[in-house]
């Protein structure tokens, strides 16, 4: 029996449907069940966080085969929110703990397993990369669009939407057929940004709607070709797994993406295209082309159920179970 602790955990949080998908994966796999507290008298526990490891590890005195499924760096993330050393340092120090007292790890990309296991303690240790996985399926009853370029998510300053609209401005002036369809919930900010920053003639092919269901988002990204997935090159986005990349290509999407997405740059370039977010005019230089087809196939090899579940297989036999 595997135990994955959902103390804590925030219902129906971008964590918490990332960790649903985890168990579900290891659950048609082996015997699960959730928990949502720090004792526990089974073998082995998931630990969503360091702090679950910690309390885990105490609490039971160190008997359980703990399993900490690291979603980022902890302290690199929180430095950029507060920008305080001391923070990051005394994070530091508690990510190492957890890495340190936890029997074996779940990576969310392989630059991330890299990342960590500089540090030679883990070297050891066994451990998984499960990249953030998506159950969306393409809509083949809706036609795409060669020409539609689209962009789904929120407006936070870090999914650099402001970037993507300069990036459009120039697409749309070097292709008289190109669209922009937009995908949000924060709808003031996006017409704000795009009135600010969008050119008239970007205006004039551009939609923004709001999506809810499973469905609406299967036939809006069903319906384009392209879509952005805009990151800085920095350790936060080095080490990422975006659910939106797995969405994107689930879809037959061709993701339009930079560097910074370190782990998946290779399958991006496969199914997509990599531009330079610094020097927006090399843009122009790019002839983008269409690849439903690629861009399914590295789903299926990378991203879907059925490539976790072979990993997990090989997982769960060097854990013995």
């Given at each position: ?16 449907l ?43 005195f ?68 499960i ?37 459009m ?22 017409h ?30 069903s ?59 090399s ?16 789903f ?22």
């Open positions: 029996m595997i135990l994955f602790n959902f103390y804590k955990v925030k219902k129906n949080s971008a964590v918490d990332a960790y649903q998908r985890i168990f579900q994966v290891f659950s048609s796999r082996t015997n699960c069940r959730k928990i949502d507290n720090n004792l526990s008298n089974e073998k082995y526990i998931v630990c969503s966080d360091m702090y679950q490891v910690i309390l885990t590890f105490f609490i039971n160190g008997r359980p085969h703990i399993i900490f499924w690291v979603q980022g760096s902890s302290p690199h993330e929180s430095y950029l929110k507060h920008k305080s050393y001391i923070k990051y340092m005394i994070i530091w120090i508690l990510e190492y703990v957890a890495l340190f007292l936890s029997n074996s790890h779940i990576y969310v990309s392989p630059y991330m397993k890299t990342f960590y296991q500089k540090k030679p303690f883990l070297n050891k240790k066994k451990n998984i990369v990249p953030c996985f998506s159950d969306l399926k393409i809509n083949k009853s809706v036609k795409r669009d060669q020409n539609n370029y689209c962009y789904i998510g929120g407006m936070s300053k870090w999914q650099n939407f402001d970037i993507i609209i300069k990036m401005n120039i697409i749309v002036e070097n292709n008289n057929e190109a669209k922009f369809s937009v995908a949000t919930n924060d709808l003031a900010v996006c704000a940004q795009l009135k600010e920053l969008a050119t008239a003639k970007l205006l004039k092919v551009t939609s923004v709607v709001s999506l809810s269901s499973k469905q609406e988002i299967e036939n809006f990204l319906a384009a070709s392209f879509g952005f997935l805009i990151r800085d090159d920095i350790v936060v986005n080095n080490v990422a797994s975006p659910i939106k990349l797995a969405e994107y290509l689930s879809c037959g999407v061709n993701v339009i993406s930079t560097k910074g997405i370190t782990s998946y740059k290779n399958l991006i370039e496969q199914a997509g295209y990599i531009v330079n977010d610094k020097n927006l005019d843009i122009r230089e790019i002839k983008f082309e269409a690849n439903e087809e690629k861009a399914l196939q590295v299926q090899e990378n991203f879907s159920s059925i490539s976790i579940s072979n990993s997990v297989n090989i997982f769960l036999k060097e854990l013995g179970l």
